[in-house]
């Protein structure tokens, strides 16, 4: 196991706990319905990749699909989920635009990752 993407999914999930409070807490009332659904995308989805880190950490070694899938995931929740955030926040419009580059490189995770290497069998006479 890799302890590197291991701990980089933990802290993802880490910091997306406390920005979807904050975003819970401390936005309602003064984004706009629209502007915090922006926000609760970036946070879900910055919660789903970092499980998805989480499962590169525990699947490292299994050859270099593993390896693009986790940098894949991490590039892509950084655009992706950085640019709804900044967007939700009332940056720039422009940031819409940018997106589309992060869930892509979050697609091209998924599709990696289905090229992983499958662990090798158990041998049942060795077990137990």
Aim: hydrophobic share 55%; charged share 10%; glycine share 16%.
């Amino acid at each position: 196991m890799d302890r590197t993407f291991l701990i980089i999914g933990a802290v993802a999930a880490f910091i997306g706990v406390g920005v979807g409070a904050f975003g819970a807490h401390g936005l309602r009332g003064r984004l706009s319905p629209e502007m915090l659904a922006v926000f609760e995308t970036g946070v879900r989805y910055q919660m789903y990749h970092a499980l998805a880190l989480v499962l590169c950490g525990m699947l490292a070694g299994r050859g270099r699909a593993t390896r693009i899938a986790a940098w894949s995931f991490l590039a892509g929740t950084l655009v992706f989920c950085g640019a709804l955030y900044t967007l939700g926040l009332g940056g720039p419009r422009w940031f819409g635009a940018i997106a589309p580059f992060g869930g892509t490189l979050m697609i091209l995770g998924w599709v990696a990752l289905a090229f992983t290497r499958p662990a090798p069998p158990v041998d049942s006479a060795s077990v137990g």
